[in-house]
């Protein structure tokens, strides 16, 4: 097919979700052609312990030129290829949870995934992952061990393997994992890349095969942070047909923070297991966060240990066994030993030890939200340290539970984590810093987060690609925001201006209207207004604006306190593009002056004061 005959145009692409979906929307390179580039790569990079299962191309590059039917303005996706984790439906591929015996078909999408699709990402294949989602190692699988991206006789991390490897490895530039103890966030750090682990409840997870559905979140790995956020903006939102989805907003980007504080844990608090190294390049993350600015806080991380050590001594476990204790009373051989050891400790936990657990929980809890009363984060090493593939078959399980010792106790207490990478140590192993916050501050942790990742200025993933710039914020709407054009009294620095920014209004950019607009002073206003009326195409002038966005239920209040002749409809900008914005009736401009040579507001004031 014609994709595989032009190499030299696939070359001109850079690897990040944002680079890709500009690079379709241009026509510089079509969907078709980045599609078979991932196809092209799976097959080169050679490791087959990636991937469970993979689509047939022929079927994903079809769909890929059907996207050339619908607007990609619409698409915040367009076109970019993402790498599922087995534990998530896509209609039509298997889910295994890398267990052959546990296999079925879906015949429905799971909610993240079908989300995905609406927003123009083509689903390439089903990546491997430690089985049943129970692990942080990556070795727990039928189906083999993906190697490292980085270093391939490091562990890839898990329990989602595959994804971090193939974000990593450069195979796709987005890939979806779960978290439940750390499983989005280990490989994250061990790869090299970016690791976003959302609120609970944020992304839905029907569709996804449970580890412990109480704690479950569908995470997502990317290069970059802003990729990271891109992606949780088209997957996160209530689901009706998820039980334990929330109404939480993903929020938006916003500038670094002038008085940004860390929290920090007190000191000899912290756990290396002897590595030096890793303690040394977390005191060096630190004094990279003073040098940007934030100020570090000491908080004690005793409770959050505490809570750690209920997620495996608790009742979560007997989660883990309700999802294959028909499987492992039927056939118990199917399942992976290690896996089939932890989860059948489940079986011995009594209804009085999970209450006695819950009521532990709730107090640990409280005290995490009082550690937050006088920060913004938590700034902690991802892991302790890094293991070869070697030294983890050796020792199962110990090594496994070592490496979460910074993760285990998120979900129980309801943090969101942004995992990123923080250096690169001498002996080529990745050290990484993870983000944690409430639940609910998803956007905040990125906000912040994204700033470190562009300081560090290390290279993407395992391919060593340079990393971007960091790009200027997306001027776009998030969650439930409306976009409103004001082009009067309510413009930054002018008498109605306070309106907006008292309803939570954010600036999204400066702009002109589509030349077909007359624009008028109009009479006996307080304070004085203008009128926008749009006229025939070809006899009008473009109008100087503002687009703001405010939420829906600000933007009912504005709208509701507007005074007649003035009224909400749609403007056309200077793009092309449509947005919410004021007019006037036809009627009320008769004797009004027409003010349009102005070119907007500001210039005619101005004008007009001298």
């Not at 990556?138 to 270093?151: D, L, M």
């Not at 991380?301 to 050590?309: G, I």
């Not at 307080?526 to 239920?553: D, F, M, N, Q, Y």
């Not at 056309?572 to 593009?577: E, H, P, T």
Request: proline letters at 7%.
């Amino acid at each position: 097919m014609a994709p595989a005959r032009r190499p030299q145009q696939v070359r001109l692409v850079t690897e990040t979700i944002a680079d890709i979906v500009a690079a379709h929307r241009a026509g510089t390179q079509t969907p078709a052609q980045t599609i078979a580039r991932s196809f092209a790569r799976i097959r080169a990079h050679g490791d087959p312990a990636i991937f469970i299962t993979l689509r047939d191309e022929a079927e994903a590059l079809a769909e890929a030129v059907a996207l050339a039917a619908k607007d990609a303005a619409t698409l915040p996706l367009y076109g970019v290829p993402v790498a599922v984790k087995d534990n998530i439906d896509v209609a039509g591929l298997p889910t295994t949870a890398a267990c052959p015996a546990y296999a079925y078909t879906p015949t429905r999408d799971a909610s993240a995934v079908a989300r995905l699709r609406a927003a123009g990402a083509i689903i390439i294949g089903k990546t491997n992952l430690d089985q049943f989602a129970t692990g942080l190692v990556g070795v727990r699988s039928p189906y083999g061990i993906p190697k490292n991206a980085v270093r391939d006789d490091l562990i890839p991390g898990g329990s989602s393997s595959g994804s971090a490897v193939a974000v990593s490895a450069g195979l796709v530039p987005l890939s979806l994992g779960t978290d439940t103890a750390g499983s989005g966030r280990v490989p994250a750090m061990l790869n090299n890349i970016v690791g976003l682990k959302p609120s609970l409840g944020l992304i839905p997870t029907a569709g996804v095969v449970p580890a412990c559905r109480t704690l479950d979140c569908v995470s997502i790995f990317t290069l970059t942070v802003d990729d990271a956020v891109a992606a949780l903006d088209v997957m996160g939102g209530y689901d009706v047909k998820d039980p334990y989805s929330r109404q939480r907003p993903v929020g938006a980007l916003t500038e670094f923070p002038k008085a940004l504080r860390l929290g920090v844990p007190r000191n000899g608090q912290l756990i290396f297991f002897g590595d030096t190294v890793s303690e040394k390049a977390y005191g060096d993350a630190l004094k990279r966060w003073t040098a940007l600015g934030a100020t570090l806080v000491e908080f004690d991380l005793e409770p959050f240990y505490e809570t750690a050590r209920l997620l495996y001594d608790g009742p979560w476990v007997a989660e883990r066994l309700l999802v294959i204790r028909d499987l492992l009373a039927s056939a118990p051989d199917a399942i992976h030993p290690v896996t089939r050891e932890i989860t059948i400790a489940g079986a011995r936990l009594s209804a009085t030890d999970t209450f006695a657990a819950l009521y532990k929980l709730q107090g640990l809890k409280r005290t995490a939200e009082a550690a937050f009363a006088d920060i913004d984060a938590l700034v902690l090493p991802t892991a302790p340290t890094a293991y070869t593939t070697a030294q983890v078959l050796a020792n199962p399980i110990e090594l496994n539970s070592r490496l979460g010792t910074y993760t285990n106790f998120v979900n129980l207490l309801d943090l969101c984590g942004l995992a990123l990478p923080s250096a690169m140590r001498a002996d080529g192993i990745p050290f990484g810093i993870t983000l944690l916050a409430p639940g609910g501050h998803d956007a905040q942790l990125a906000s912040f987060g994204r700033a470190f990742h562009a300081d560090t200025k290390l290279p993407l993933g395992g391919k060593k690609l340079p990393q971007p710039p960091l790009p200027a914020l997306p001027a776009t709407t998030h969650g439930d925001e409306i976009a409103i054009a004001v082009v009067g009294a309510h413009l930054t620095g002018m008498a109605l201006n306070g309106e907006l920014t008292a309803l939570g209004g954010r600036l999204l950019k400066a702009t002109s209207t589509a030349p077909d607009y007359r624009f008028y002073a109009l009479n006996g206003t307080t304070p004085a207004k203008p009128g926008l009326l749009r006229v025939e195409a070809g006899s009008g002038s473009a109008i100087a604006i503002e687009v703001w966005a405010l939420s829906a239920a600000a933007f009912g209040t504005f709208v509701a306190a507007i005074p007649s002749p003035l009224s909400i409809g749609t403007l056309q900008l200077a793009d092309g593009s449509n947005v919410k914005g004021f007019l006037v009736e036809a009627t009320a401009v008769d004797g009004a002056r027409d003010i349009s040579s102005f070119g907007g507001w500001r210039a005619y004031t101005a004008e007009a004061a001298k």
